[in-house]
Antibody
Framework: QVQLQESGPGLVKPSGTLSLTCAVS?????????WSWVRQAPGKGLEWIGE???????NYNPSLKSRLTISVDKSKNQFSLKVTSVTAADTAVYYC????????????WGQGTLVTVSS | QSALTQPASVSGSPGQSITISCTGT?????????VSWYQQYPGKAPKLMIY???NRPSGVPDRFFGSKSGNTASLTISGLQAEDEADYYC??????????FGGGTKLTVL
């Protein structure tokens, strides 16, 4: 059974950097799947952030691209998200997920972690 | 504002059928058979219900049916049950190689 678990600070100061990690179990991050991040602001809908393939290929949401970095740590079977210059608008529950084998959907999700941007 | 348009809310009585629409453009919904649907309960992670327009993952009841016509995809739930009350989101792959979600639809079972 594939499981994903997000971790990272729950509070980030404005203008700082948000950093999260997603630990993957039950599957190899170097397999045939892409790995993605999705966020959900309080009371709002889902927003796709971006995704990565283990060789380093990435796709990013154009509206966030200038502030994003998604990377993979093969030795730890995990991938990470960094968002720079955060504001209150970045306050959200952040989910990591696995992209299905055909690349068109997300089949496994982490439980999500709330990140609040506040001084 | 989400790229894909969904109704904010739909409702139905137990046993009835409801349909949730998801309207995009030829650059996303209309251009690819890569529409998926997710169910989300409050405080929980989304769950994949339909992928590639009309395919159901193992374990999803056949009461959930997905379809597409032109730039609009639809999720139909038949034999509505109380446990179906949740938020539903559509998602599509795009011509730009990115993904986008709809704004979400709150389903109320009366």
């Amino acid at each position: 059974q594939v499981q994903l678990q997000e971790s990272g600070p729950g509070l980030v100061k404005p203008s700082g950097t948000l950093s999260l990690t997603c630990a993957v179990s039950g599957d190899s991050i170097t397999g045939s799947h892409w790995w993605s991040w999705v966020r959900q602001a309080p009371g709002k809908g889902l927003e796709w952030i971006g995704e990565i393939y283990h060789i380093g290929s990435t796709n990013y949401n154009p509206s966030l691209k200038s502030r994003l970095t998604i990377s993979v740590d093969k030795s730890k079977n995990q991938f990470s998200l960094k968002v720079t210059s955060v504001t209150a608008a970045d306050t959200a529950v952040y989910y990591c997920s696995r992209v299905g084998i055909t690349g068109s959907y997300q089949d496994y999700w982490g439980q999500g972690t709330l990140v609040t941007v506040s001084s | 504002q989400s790229a894909l348009t969904q109704p904010a809310s739909v409702s139905g009585s137990p046993g009835q059928s409801i349909t949730i629409s998801c309207t995009g453009t030829g650059n996303d919904v209309g251009g690819y058979n890569y529409v998926s649907w997710y169910q989300q309960y409050p405080g929980k992670a989304p769950k994949l219900m339909i992928y590639e327009v009309s395919n159901r993952p193992s374990g999803v009841p056949d009461r959930f049916f997905g379809s597409k016509s032109g730039n609009t995809a639809s999720l139909t739930i038949s034999g509505l049950q109380a446990e179906d009350e949740a938020d539903y989101y559509c998602s599509s792959y795009t011509k730009s190689g990115t993904r986008e979600f709809g704004g979400g639809t709150k389903l109320t079972v009366l």
